[in-house]
């Protein structure tokens, strides 16, 4: 039998917030963490902008021994994940750890974050030089390991590397499990460390940067007439996911329930995407077939929006495909516009965002927005947040590769 999937923790670190209030609070205020990067020099790079996580200890989070060892993604993938538990109010110690599993996603792992010291290490002494758990600690899925090893996890886990839509397939994986009845409560989410020299190098090389610098908090405008492209972030965002029996036998504070999940892709091109939005219609009106729902349940669109002429055209196209004359009447928001573009973490940023849409009846607005496009014309809440009843959300990831993603999160009725 399917069983009830709630969300019961949010867990964030983020430029704009460490943890879900400070998160939430700048998201719904429209109060941008992007910033000039300060950790390296940027003479080199036509984009100077990104955001950054300061003031952020891994010690805090995970034993020194082992933060010492691990790669920046694996310390934000584990904080994330500490403070999902904390929120969710679960004593793990009371917690069979077989039922308990976790899955998570990045796109770069510890490329151009971790690896250069092991290339640099390997290059100028060889291998007997190379510190023995270093050549794990860049793998993609040594963050998910970190996670179980610090939490003491030892049911399902596993790794998506699906770009932007990593955490939202992540979601998806967690999801199964949980129906399946492989487990009763599952982590999951996205990490990624990416503002690095490499990673800014070799993401301005691909010109998907904008190339507005001054002032950094207005760079990143998703619809806006005036768009040029993306601002890169680094962190993560990791949530409790439970079964609903679970949840409501330990008296768990419900934030929603996913409905409905579904992926397609383009096959078109690694980096350019269609203008159509077939692509991302399709995801979502499969997705709104697995809830059983129609576009009249739909309630808010917490989109991808990032900023790139091309792409936030398309996604326009494919609600309106998707939803008919309905996409007029549903506002639609990007908040990263206020957080960056974090690549895997985006959609589980999006996710708890919109549990907090649910609780708190606040959707945040698209900051940034000052000169209309006429082929994006929707209701993208600009500049200000809105109070509106919100019951249903929609929330859409797009990543290199041509990948979408669509996951719908319910207010829970037991």
Not at 2 to 24: D, N, P
Not at 117 to 142: D, R
Not at 236 to 244: I, R
Request: hydrophobic residues 40%; contains cysteine.
């Amino acid at each position: 039998m399917r069983r009830r999937v709630v969300i019961t923790g949010l867990g964030v670190v983020a430029s704009c917030g460490i943890g879900r209030e400070a998160f939430w609070d700048s998201v719904s205020n429209g109060r941008s963490g992007i910033d000039w990067i300060q950790g390296f020099d940027t003479s080199d790079l036509y984009c100077k902008i990104a955001g950054e996580i300061l003031n952020f200890k891994a010690e805090d989070y995970m034993k020194p021994r082992e933060a010492r060892r691990a790669g920046a993604f694996a310390h934000y993938a584990v904080a994330a994940a500490r403070l999902a538990v904390t929120d969710s109010g679960m004593d793990l110690s009371r917690e069979d750890r077989y039922r308990l599993g976790a899955v998570m996603s990045t796109s770069t792992a510890g490329a151009g974050e971790h690896s250069p010291a092991l290339y640099s290490t390997f290059e100028q002494e060889g291998a007997k030089a190379v510190e023995m758990t270093h050549p794990t600690q860049v793998l993609a899925h040594s963050a998910t390991s970190h996670v179980c090893i610090e939490l003491g996890l030892k049911g399902p886990n596993s790794t998506c590397s699906v770009a932007c839509v990593g955490s939202l397939d992540a979601v998806a994986s967690a999801s199964n499990s949980l129906r399946t009845g492989q487990a009763d409560m599952m982590l999951a989410g996205g990490t990624e460390a990416c503002v690095t020299p490499f990673g800014m190098g070799v993401l301005c090389r691909q010109r998907v940067f904008t190339s507005y610098n001054d002032p950094p908090q207005a760079a990143c405008r998703p619809y806006d007439g005036t768009r040029d492209g993306i601002v890169v972030s680094d962190g993560a965002g990791v949530v409790m996911l439970e079964t609903a029996a679970h949840a409501l036998e330990r008296g768990a504070k419900i934030y929603g329930e996913v409905v409905g999940h579904s992926c397609t892709t383009e096959a078109y091109h690694l980096l350019a995407s269609t203008m159509t939005g077939v692509e991302l219609a399709h995801a979502l009106q499969q997705a709104l077939l697995q809830a059983k729902l129609s576009p009249l349940d739909l309630d808010y669109l917490c989109a991808h929006g990032v900023g790139s002429m091309p792409y936030d055209i398309a996604e326009t196209n494919a609600f309106k495909l998707a939803l008919g004359d309905r996409a007029y009447n549903i506002p639609v928001s990007s908040i990263k516009s206020t957080t960056g573009q974090p690549f895997s973490p985006g959609g589980a940023w999006q996710l708890i965002s919109s549990c907090m849409t649910l609780e708190t009846g606040l959707v945040p607005p698209t900051i940034n927005y000052q000169v209309p496009d006429p082929e994006c014309d929707l209701d993208y809440v600009p500049n200000w947040a809105r109070r509106a009843r919100v019951d249903t959300i929609s929330i859409n990831a797009h990543g290199f590769g041509g990948t979408h993603g669509v996951v719908l999160v319910r207010r829970f009725v037991a």
